[in-house]
């Protein structure tokens, strides 16, 4: 019997052509006063001015191939698509992919390169293309896939973010993703000032997951892959740095208790951490368990690892 798995158009194939060049424009515009992100540097990055990001308007990549690292839902038996994008709109001091966000490690490449290599991660068979890090680049992005879609992609688009993003930019994609994969790094704006340089990260985190399940709803899965909808990570932090009670109940009471949520437990001293205690340490057991039992206290049944 043929499942949705055998038979699922991704949302950008449903699209015409017109909208897709519109879309296209509308976020390539941006960036010529970049307000891509909550930053909202304004600069002009077509004409080589960088803002926080340290940007331009090509595709930027650090690294790709099929990932077996990812949630279930994603990996399915041949792995996720992963494209790693280089550089990033946040500034986290305890970043585990600092050579990357923080050290500018990738290469430049045109958009008919970066469309190549999803070919290539779909013709080895991964079950969606992974964009990792996308927010500062989302126009690259969609230029790419158009490419690609018209050379053959077929496969769900997961947009794999930080959840600093802007409205006005979530709009733009809507029916480009299939897969929103979110972070909600924490619920206290001086948390998020300390170690993010982003005090407005927790208001900008909710409204734009608010925005992203609008679009897509709760996460579908069939024959364990998953397909459409919303995933979300959660690192657990030392001492209750994240806020992890503040994140559940946001994710039970204004999101859906239906949410797919990875609350992560491998947070290590990275990068500058080892300078702000009580990022220093591993998280212990306790605290790990007590976010569990935090989000099932308040309703949460899809968590990854731990009750599916």
């Known amino acids: 019997m043929r499942t949705k798995l055998d038979t699922y158009i991704p949302a ?6 017109k909208v897709l060049s519109d ?3 509308e976020a390539e515009d941006i960036l010529k006063e970049c307000t891509l992100c909550p930053r909202r540097c304004g600069v002009d990055r077509t004409s080589g001015e960088l803002g926080f990001c340290r940007t331009s308007d090509k595709p930027f990549v650090s690294s790709w191939g099929p990932h077996f690292g990812e949630e279930r ?3 399915g038996r041949y792995g996720s698509g992963t494209i790693f994008f280089g550089n990033c709109n946040l500034g986290c001091l305890y970043c585990q992919n600092y050579s990357i966000s923080h050290l500018g490690e990738g290469v430049e490449m045109s958009h008919e390169k970066l469309a190549d290599i999803m070919l290539s991660l779909q013709r080895q068979g991964c079950h969606n293309i992974n964009f990792v890090t996308p927010t500062h680049q989302m126009p690259m992005m969609l230029r790419s896939i158009k490419l690609a879609s018209e050379k053959g992609l077929n496969i769900p688009i997961v947009y794999n973010c930080g959840g600093y993003e802007s409205i006005q930019a979530l709009k733009i994609l809507e029916g480009f993703i299939d897969i929103y994969m979110p972070d909600f790094k924490y619920i206290d704006p001086q948390m998020a000032l300390k170690y993010s340089y982003a005090k407005d990260y927790p208001e900008s985190a909710k409204s734009s997951i608010k925005e992203m399940h609008r679009q897509v709803g709760d996460l579908y899965i069939d024959k364990g892959v998953a397909l459409r909808g919303l995933l979300v990570r959660h690192l657990v ?3 209750g ?3 992890t009670e503040g994140v559940v109940k946001f994710f039970a009471e204004e ?3 239906n949410t797919y949520i990875n609350i992560m437990d491998q947070y290590h001293p990275c990068f500058k951490a080892f300078d ?3 990022l220093n340490r591993r998280i212990t057991n306790k605290e790990f368990d007590e976010a569990i ?3 099932k206290d308040y309703g949460l049944n899809r968590i990854d690892g731990i009750t599916i």
């Open 23 to 25: 879309k296209m424009k």
């Open 255 to 257: 999101i859906s208790k």
């Open 73 to 75: 839902p994603l990996v």
């Open 276 to 278: 702000y205690p009580p």
């Open 241 to 243: 740095i994240a806020g």
């Open 293 to 295: 039992k935090l989000a």
């Open 237 to 239: 932090l030392p001492q």
């Open 12 to 17: 950008y194939r449903l699209l015409s052509n």
